[in-house]
Structures are given as C-alpha cells and as structure tokens.
C-alpha cells in the first residue's frame, strides 16, 4: 500500500507516540511496522527528516552500529525559572 507524503508522516507520528517509552524505534522497526519489510525504508527515512525538521520528532541516538538512529516525541523545551530573583 503506497501513502501520501502526509499519512506517512501521520502514521510515523502516531505510531511513535503510541509506543514511546517502552520502545525505541529505528526507521528500520518503524518500516516493519507500517509495511512488514525494511524494502521501504528510505520514505520512512525521509519522513522522519522531515518531521524532526517541523519540531514534530526528536532524533537521537549515535547513527552507528551499536547505537542507531532512534525517534520519540518532540516536546517544548522547559524553561527554569528563578522565582528567588523575580519580584512578586
């Protein structure tokens, strides 16, 4: 089944979010996933690119062997504030 550049990106997405923390999915577990094969990995690829372009996912990981690319949800950066400094 082919999807549009949009429903990839949205089933990437949900499937991120519905998964994350318990796993920590490659694009090659995501393509499984969503196709049954890694043969589509390269539009997962550029997906994910995509969607941590737009603030939508985070990527981390060392992008080699023993420590792969991974994804999870793109959450606001928190910001601390010293209340001792500000006034009330």
Request: charged share 35%; net charge neutral.
């Amino acid at each position: 089944m082919e999807y549009t550049d949009r429903e990839l990106e949205k089933k990437i997405t949900i499937l991120i979010e519905r998964k994350y923390p318990r796993l920590k999915l490659t694009e090659e577990d995501i393509a499984e996933m969503l196709f049954g094969d890694s043969f589509n990995r390269p539009h997962v690829n550029r997906a994910c690119r995509r969607l941590v372009d737009e603030n939508r996912l985070v990527r981390e990981g060392g992008g080699v062997a023993n420590d792969p690319y991974w994804y999870r949800p793109w959450t606001e950066p928190f910001v601390l504030r010293n209340l001792s400094t500000q006034s009330l």
